[in-house]
DNA sequence: TTGACATGTCGTAATGTTCCGATATATTAA
DNA sequence: TTAATATATCGGAACATTACGACATGTCAA
């Protein structure tokens, strides 16, 4: 004991954290996960909030729900999605921090 | 007032932090900043830590520092590593509560 | 000067990502 | 049933990323 002490994540568990942040890493999809961390919305809600076109939104969301990101339920014809991974917030939070938040009308 | 608000990033400012996030979605560039948040390393350690050539975390390396994430000091032939971006600690501090850390022999 | 070492840069092939149009499915209303 | 709405999926073109080999530069030691 006495030296500098290094603590590392495994790079097995790095690549698993990179894959992560490369779903994250796209505007349309971290406003998705904003908006559903304050609450429940349809694809066409989300979509219409990215202004982009449905099935562009629809895909983004497949994408996150099958990495464990998100769930979903219908209702009627309409899906709605819900964040199902806790740690979202936090990573949210530090993006908050850094780069802004404002109250939408 | 009474309705539920809705806390917006704007789109513009997303598409920053996905740039950032994308820069940082790579397993042995995650390593690099971890290590770098906790000393200051040459190339080669960095590379070594990260079981590549030192070229090719020599490109990594470049790239953090080509978007403002860290900076470098020549000292003879070899050239050491320092994070410049504060706020790099946060999020490596969300990857590491997730997928965790453990001291390094 | 020569040789070894540490780092940086350049092409490029392989791979992955994003976007878009077209189409498909499912639900509701008329 | 038909039409309209909401969501999902598919194929492919355009673009970005990654890894690697080869080479270039700069520094130190002998």
Redesign the interface.
Known sequence: MGG????????E???????C??I????????IV??LL??DYTVGELAA???IPSPMASEHLRLMQRCGFLTSQKEGRKVYYQVAEP?LQ??LH???????????T
């Open positions: 500098t002490k290094l603590n590392l994540t495994t790079l568990s790095l690549s698993e954290a990179a894959e942040l490369r994250l890493a796209h505007p349309h999809r971290l406003r904003q908006m304050q609450g909030a990215c202004e740690h936090d990573i530090c993006i908050e921090s850094r780069f802004g938040v404002e109250a939408a």
